[in-house]
C-alpha cells in the first residue's frame, strides 16, 4: 500500500480519483487547495503527489516547487486542463514533475500511471 496526496479542487475529480486510487489499495490524502497540500507536504512526503496547476491560494506550480525542494525524488502527476503547448505543463516538466494528465482523463489511465510510478 503506497501513500498518495491528491490535491485537487474539483469535488468530483477528487472524489473520483480518491474512489480510484482506494480501489487500487493505495492510502489517500486528499487537500483541496494549495494551503492544504503544502501542509500535508510539511507533515510526510508521501509515495506520490497527483496535483492541479490551477488550485486555490497556491497555484500547482508553487505545489511542486516546495515538494521537489523538501522530496527531490518523489514523483508528481500533474492534471490539468491546459493545453501540454501552455508554458506552465513545460515549466512543470523542467521542474521535475514525472506525468502529466489531461482533463477530462480516464481514471484508468490515470490508475495505470500512477502503478508505472510506484510500483
Do not use: W
Not at 9 to 17: F, R
Not at 50 to 59: A, E, Q, R
Request: aromatic share 6%.
Amino acid at each position: 500500500m503506497k501513500d498518495i496526496l491528491v490535491i485537487e479542487d474539483d469535488q468530483l475529480i477528487l472524489k473520483m480519483v480518491e474512489f480510484r486510487l482506494k480501489k487500487e489499495g493505495h492510502n489517500v490524502s486528499i487537500a483541496e487547495d494549495g494551503n492544504q497540500g503544502i501542509q500535508a507536504l510539511e507533515e510526510h512526503c508521501p509515495d506520490l503527489i497527483i496535483t492541479d496547476i490551477m488550485v486555490p491560494f497556491k497555484s500547482g506550480i508553487e505545489i511542486i516547487e516546495f515538494a521537489k525542494s523538501k522530496y527531490p525524488d518523489c514523483p508528481i502527476i500533474v492534471l490539468s486542463a491546459l493545453g501540454e503547448e501552455e508554458g506552465t505543463v513545460m515549466e512543470a516538466f523542467n521542474m521535475g514533475v514525472s506525468d502529466f494528465v489531461p482533463k477530462p482523463f480516464n481514471p484508468n489511465e490515470l490508475a495505470i500511471r500512477v502503478r508505472r510510478l510506484i510500483n
